[in-house]
């Protein structure tokens, strides 16, 4: 990617990736105007970043993400906005990187989850964010925030070998 490019989409994916972060952290929910915005960001800078073979993989990559998005929401009961989330994600990843991405949602999956159980436990900290429902729903967890940070770190990764 070329480095103004990898700047463009970093700039581009950060804004969303908070919001998704912090609106799964607060309110156990991602609105779909968070993931409408990332999807139409990309739908926005593809046509002047990638040829058109490469804009098909990932609109392909996109459709493929949110179909196993869909099955996971229904058998396995993982959340909508999750599954919305990294199909809009997903045309952020170049052709050719999954592995790579699938890696860090792993790390960063138990990271999230580790130190989400731990901050949980710290009383001054449940004071200052008592009305967050990430805190208080049990077994749930909030898997917006380890997608946000799989996508910008993803893309923090890609400027960084951009230049």
Same mark, same amino acid.
């Given at each position: +990617?070329?480095?103004?490019?990898?700047? =463009?989409?970093?700039?581009? %994916?950060?804004?969303?990736? =908070?919001?998704?972060? !912090?609106?799964?952290?607060? *309110? +156990?929910?991602?609105?779909?105007? $968070?993931? /409408?915005?990332?999807?139409l960001s990309f739908l926005a800078l593809c046509a002047?970043?990638?040829?058109?073979?490469?804009?098909?993989?990932?609109? %392909?990559?996109?459709?493929? +993400?949110?179909?196993?998005?869909?099955?996971?929401?229904?058998?396995?009961?993982?959340?909508?906005?999750?599954?919305?989330? /990294?199909?809009?994600?997903?045309?952020?990843? !170049?052709?050719?990187?999954?592995?790579?991405?699938?890696? +860090?949602?792993? $790390?960063?999956?138990?990271? !999230? %989850?580790?130190?989400?159980?731990?901050?949980?436990?710290?009383?001054?900290? *449940?004071?200052?964010?008592?009305?967050? /429902?990430?805190?208080?729903?049990? *077994?749930?967890?909030?898997?917006?925030?380890?997608? /946000? !940070?799989?996508?910008?770190?993803?893309?923090?990764?890609?400027?960084?070998?951009?230049?």
């Amino acid at each position: +990617m070329e480095p103004v490019w990898a700047l =463009v989409f970093l700039a581009v %994916v950060t804004p969303f990736a =908070v919001l998704c972060a !912090a609106y799964d952290l607060t *309110r +156990m929910k991602i609105p779909n105007w $968070v993931v /409408a915005g990332l999807a139409l960001s990309f739908l926005a800078l593809c046509a002047f970043a990638f040829s058109p073979p490469e804009i098909g993989l990932r609109l %392909v990559q996109a459709a493929v +993400m949110f179909v196993l998005g869909f099955l996971l929401n229904t058998y396995l009961g993982v959340g909508g906005g999750d599954a919305k989330f /990294a199909a809009a994600a997903a045309a952020f990843v !170049a052709p050719g990187d999954y592995w790579l991405v699938l890696q +860090m949602l792993a $790390v960063l999956s138990l990271i !999230a %989850v580790f130190g989400h159980r731990q901050l949980g436990r710290v009383e001054a900290l *449940r004071d200052i964010t008592r009305n967050w /429902a990430s805190f208080s729903t049990g *077994r749930k967890f909030p898997f917006g925030l380890p997608l /946000a !940070a799989t996508l910008l770190g993803y893309h923090l990764l890609q400027a960084y070998r951009a230049f």
